[in-house]
């Protein structure tokens, strides 16, 4: 194995150069653990910890290492197995989420990937919502987004689902498959080229890990079957971890996440949502709170159905989401919402005044 089939590429070679003048060697983080990290060279796989001295440089938890970064990386003199962490390179693509808790703190999932399989599965835990929301952080991620509709064998509505999946996508290949019956796996062929790294994220129990199977063409990942109770998956995989397919693919797979809330991913959200951003630019004001406004695009188009409220609802939660983000980190930002309050309550006093009169 060489470092190009672990996905290396002159743009690393040159931001590596610094530490290879320090004596210091190239990795790939392949195994996140609790405080340790498997990073893997072309000879073999160390068990690595981080320095004294990145920790103490090291002010954000996403500058932290994730599956899929790469590290330089100083051998433990006398120890074939173990590594210090000194560095991680830029990251060519990140996808991030909120971390779990109360704290808003960004959480790198899994990073340096060209492709997201974004996973959901034709049965019970089928959301148009969920996958709104992993489209969105797809997006921002910088990767390309892929939708797998896994599972098509437990319903006979795949054409259809296919079909409202491919509206909200838009430009984004939806790819239908059944993991169990090998139906469909191929349709994934144009993304799994060597040295290229793609990730599969989803709810738990859409078959992630048996699609990674069918496609590293053994038993790598362990497999569980959903709760015929509620349709929901058992958590199979527990952590992240990069694997090299027989045909030298980079495959990382990742826990299941019922819960996703993109990082800072406002502009992805326009996107994936560029119905409705359409729509906004038609009102009549500029600063249409689109409650109360005569003239507003999108009241009308919840009126005639061609906007569906379900739609408008996941938009303006990730919106809240999104911009509750940016003003924590930008007090001006803040203030200027505050002020959009303020100014869109007068307009509704304003209303209940003007009926009151006419009553």
Known sequence: MTLADLGWTDALAAAFAPHAAAGRRPARVTLQLKG??????????RLAECTGKFLNETTAVADMPAVGDWVAIEPLPGDDLRALIHAVLPRRTKFSRKAAGLQEVEQVVAANVDTVFLVSSLDANFNLRRIERYLAAARASGAQPVV???KSDLTKQAAALRAEVEVIARDVPVVVTSAVRRGGVKALAAWLQPHTTVAFLGSSGVGKSTLINELVGEEVQFTQEIR???????????????LISPDGVLIIDTPGMRELQPWQADEAVDDVFADIRALTLRCKFTDCSHTVEPGCAIAAALADGTLALPRWHSYQRLQRETAFEVRRVDRRASQKHKTAWKKVTKQLRQRIREKSGEE
């Not at 340790?36 to 796989?45: C, G, I, K, N």
């Not at 015929?228 to 990069?242: C, F, N, P, Y």
């Open 148 to 150: 797998v509709l896994n």
């Open 36 to 45: 340790f990290w498997e990073v893997t060279t072309p000879e073999t796989a």
């Open 228 to 242: 015929d109770i509620d349709g929901k998956g058992r958590h199979t995989t527990t952590q992240r971890e990069l």
